[in-house]
Nanobody, 130 residues
Framework: QVQLVESGGGLVQAGGSLRLSCAAS????????MGWFRQAPGKEREFVAA????????VYADAVKGRFTISRDNAKNTVYVQMNNLKPEDTAVYYC???????????????????????WGQGTQVTVSS
């Protein structure tokens, strides 16, 4: 199984920046497509960003496009999301997720649905004040 641990959340003023990290266990990190999701109180978990196994393909939710950047360092078993120009509506618990892939032609695949992922981290709180 895969263990995921998020870090980097905190309190920031509107317009500020944060970088979240997600460290994964195991030695097959390069076989995982990764994603970031978020959930605000009383709301359903929503997609934020995803990155392919290779890191060559990325996709973003419209709400964060142009402000957030997802990246990965397979040598460090870590995925990141750089969040710039934060808005109060970005306030949520942020979760990273992993999808295990087993085919050699999956290096460019992306996944945006929460039910497509196999493993989840515990979440890290991001609060943006106005």
């Amino acid at each position: 199984q895969v263990q995921l641990v998020e870090s980097g959340g905190g309190l920031v003023q509107a317009g500020g920046s944060l970088r979240l990290s997600c460290a994964a266990s195991g030695r097959t990190f390069s076989s995982y497509a990764m994603g970031w999701f978020r959930q605000a109180p009383g709301k359903e978990r929503e997609f934020v960003a995803a990155i392919s196994r290779s890191g060559g393909n990325t996709v973003y939710a419209d709400a964060v496009k142009g402000r957030f950047t997802i990246s990965r360092d397979n040598a460090k078993n870590t995925v990141y999301v750089q969040m710039n120009n934060l808005k109060p509506e970005d306030t949520a618990v942020y979760y990273c997720a992993a999808k295990i892939l087993g085919t050699v032609n999956s290096v460019g695949y992306l996944y945006t649905g929460q039910y497509e992922y196999d493993y989840w981290g515990q979440g890290t709180q991001v609060t943006v004040s106005s």
